[in-house]
């Protein structure tokens, strides 16, 4: 039990209040200006002790930017290269210009809940490439997906720290005014003959095989660029997805699919002779799409103002601008249409539930309600369910 006595300064008699830290390491606080609140001070340190909420002032002085850096090395160790580099991205330009020199111990809800505005609004300071900062008269405003993965750091660290026993609850996490991811962008599906033409506007061999490629087996861009020739089983018409290359700061780095999964994936017939010529010559460890050296082939740029032979081709199909990844989609649809399960979509996709491809493809299922009520209906007249309203 701690102690409570009175000392003299000059200007007046203040309070000391002597206790124990949960690791038996004496300490104290001074300058109560009533014996009341020194006590009420130390009754609330025995309560914190027993509860194990007890945060010691020296444990939460340290900084945010001082745990960033360990949590920062956890996750480099534990994420793919592509994922790290977003939210290591998120920590200089956005985190840490705000809380880097801030103790865990002083970050209070409202801050964090400013902040979020701040970003969202275009009024927080933040740093570019080469560390300079961005003065907030010169800031714009910040999508719900870059505030909420800044949000997401700040909440990691934050996280080490009640771990640690620094702070008592996270104040990052459950925050009011977080902003909602919404998409304005409605979703393309293109059709069998989109597909075919959109393909044969591109201008080499390898281009149209890619567009058929993506739009028939649903793989991502760095899925598909990845692809060896030992990955693809001609007999079988499959392919192994058990890497990708994904482009982050201008470099290709190799890794595990997405969720870390792999999957083997069905591809049509039409694209068994395609994809055989793309192999002809090649050792087992080359790549099938690969540039005129041999190397992977680049994302093509398909954003407003930039050009591209996949925009290109897109042009001269007379096909409204998609990217790569809508293609994904494309794939998912014709998988539908043809008859294939939620199950199947799953498994050739790679998402890690059918709940998830659920979610994300609900309106292509749709159809598959009244589907449903249909085949009900036939198994009911077989049954001369009818005849149930027709006794007296």
Same mark, same amino acid.
């Given at each position: 039990m701690g102690s409570v006595t009175p000392y003299d300064t000059a200007a007046g008699r203040r309070w000391r209040v002597r206790y124990r830290t949960p690791e038996h390491v004496q300490t104290?606080?001074?300058?109560?200006?009533?014996?009341?609140?020194?006590?009420? +001070?130390?009754? @609330?340190?025995?309560?914190s002790k027993a509860s194990g909420s007890f945060v010691s002032a020296a444990a939460a002085r340290v900084t945010v930017g001082e745990l960033a850096a360990e949590w920062l090395a956890n996750k480099q160790q534990s994420m793919k290269p592509s994922s790290y580099h977003s939210i290591a991205v998120s920590w200089r330009v956005y985190v840490g210009p705000r809380w880097a020199t801030t103790p865990v111990g002083a970050i209070r809800a409202s801050a964090v809940e400013q902040w979020i505005r701040q970003l969202g609004q275009g009024t927080a300071v933040t740093h570019k490439s080469g560390g300079k900062t961005v003065p907030a008269a010169q800031a714009r405003p910040r999508s719900a997906t870059v505030v909420l993965r800044a949000l997401g750091v700040l909440a990691g660290v934050l996280d080490m720290a009640l771990k640690d026993g620094r702070v008592p609850k996270n104040v990052a996490r459950r925050t009011e005014g977080a902003p909602r991811k919404v998409s304005n962008k409605p979703r393309r599906y293109l059709s069998h003959a989109e597909v075919a033409r959109f393909a044969a506007a591109a201008a080499t061999p390898t281009q149209r095989t890619m567009i058929v490629l993506l739009a028939y087996c649903g793989l991502r861009w760095g899925e598909a660029v990845g692809l060896q020739v030992r990955d693809l089983n001609m007999l079988r018409r499959r392919l192994q997805i058990s890497r990708t290359a994904t482009e982050v700061d201008g470099k290709i780095l190799v890794?595990? #699919?997405?969720?870390? &999964?792999?999957?083997?994936? #069905?591809? #049509?017939?039409?694209?068994?002779?395609?994809?055989?010529?793309?192999? &002809?010559?090649?050792?087992?460890?080359? !790549?099938?799409?690969?540039?005129?050296?041999?190397?992977? !082939?680049?994302? #093509?740029?398909?954003?407003?103002?930039?050009?591209?032979?996949?925009?290109?081709?897109?042009?001269?199909?007379?096909? &409204?601008?998609?990217?790569?990844?809508?293609?994904?989609?494309?794939?998912?649809?014709?998988?539908?249409?043809?008859?294939? @399960?939620?199950?199947?979509?799953?498994?050739?996709?790679?998402?890690?539930?059918?709940?998830?491809?659920?979610?994300? +493809?609900?309106?292509?299922? &749709?159809? /598959?309600?009244?589907?449903?009520?249909?085949? !009900?209906?036939?198994?009911?007249?077989?049954?001369?369910?009818? /005849?149930?309203?027709?006794? @007296?």
């Open positions: 104290d606080k001074r300058g109560f200006t009533t014996k009341r609140d020194a006590e009420l +001070y130390l009754a @609330n340190v025995e309560i890794g595990a #699919p997405k969720s870390w &999964e792999k999957r083997a994936v #069905p591809f #049509p017939a039409v694209l068994a002779e395609p994809l055989a010529h793309l192999c &002809e010559g090649k050792a087992p460890d080359d !790549l099938v799409f690969a540039d005129r050296f041999g190397q992977f !082939l680049r994302r #093509p740029k398909t954003s407003a103002g930039t050009s591209s032979w996949f925009l290109d081709a897109l042009v001269a199909s007379d096909i &409204e601008r998609l990217t790569p990844h809508d293609l994904r989609h494309t794939a998912a649809s014709l998988a539908v249409s043809s008859g294939a @399960n939620v199950k199947a979509v799953q498994r050739m996709l790679g998402h890690k539930s059918a709940a998830m491809t659920l979610d994300t +493809y609900a309106d292509l299922f &749709e159809d /598959d309600l009244d589907e449903v009520a249909e085949r !009900l209906d036939e198994g009911a007249r077989r049954a001369n369910l009818a /005849d149930v309203w027709a006794r @007296n």
